[in-house]
Structures are given as C-alpha cells and as structure tokens.
C-alpha cells in the first residue's frame, strides 16, 4: 500500500515517476521496489518483535492488561470534564 501526502497530485506523481524511469531506468525501478518492500517488512518484524517482548515482559512481571485500558478510561473522563468546563467559558464570552 502506497501512502502519499494528501498535498501531491497526480501530475506531480507521474512526473517523479518520470525523473525516477529517466535516472535509474526501467529495468532497475523493480529492483529498487523489491528492495524498499523487503526493508519495510524489516522494520515492521522488528516492531512487531518489539511490541511482543514488552507484552511478555509485562505479563512476566504480573501487569494487568487492564490497566492501559482503565488508564485510558480515566483520560477520557478528565478530557470530558475539560470540556465542560471550557465550554461554559467559551459561552460566557
């Protein structure tokens, strides 16, 4: 899946893939896909790798997988109230 700023239209894309076809040329552009998918799979494995061994490490140490959730919980009340509060002050003026 290709992710593109929101800022860059479709002529400015066919032109990039034209200076990309006119420096590396046709036969190298699917090589250097190949190439950037497979370190893209890298960095993902590894951030997967990465999330698993904090989960087990916390599920080792005992931390409740709750927790992170009623932490959440607790934020969301306290950005409500803020809420209210800022809005009765926004009508005021």
């Known amino acids: ?3 593109l700023p929101l800022f860059i239209s479709g002529a400015e894309i ?18 250097i896909a190949r190439g950037l998918g ?6 993902r494995n590894a951030s997967n790798d ?11 140490q005992g931390i409740d997988k709750n927790l992170s959730k ?3 919980g607790e934020i969301d009340k306290v950005k409500e109230d803020i809420d209210e509060i800022t809005g009765s002050v926004k009508r005021r003026f």
Request: glycine share 4%; charged share 25%; no cysteine.
């Open 1 to 3: 899946m290709l992710i």
């Open 70 to 72: 009623d932490i959440k």
């Open 50 to 60: 990465i999330k698993s061994e904090i989960q087990r490490s916390a599920e080792k």
């Open 14 to 31: 066919a032109f990039i893939m034209f200076i990309l076809v006119m420096v590396f040329g046709a036969d190298k552009i699917p090589e």
């Open 38 to 43: 497979q370190g893209m799979k890298t960095l």
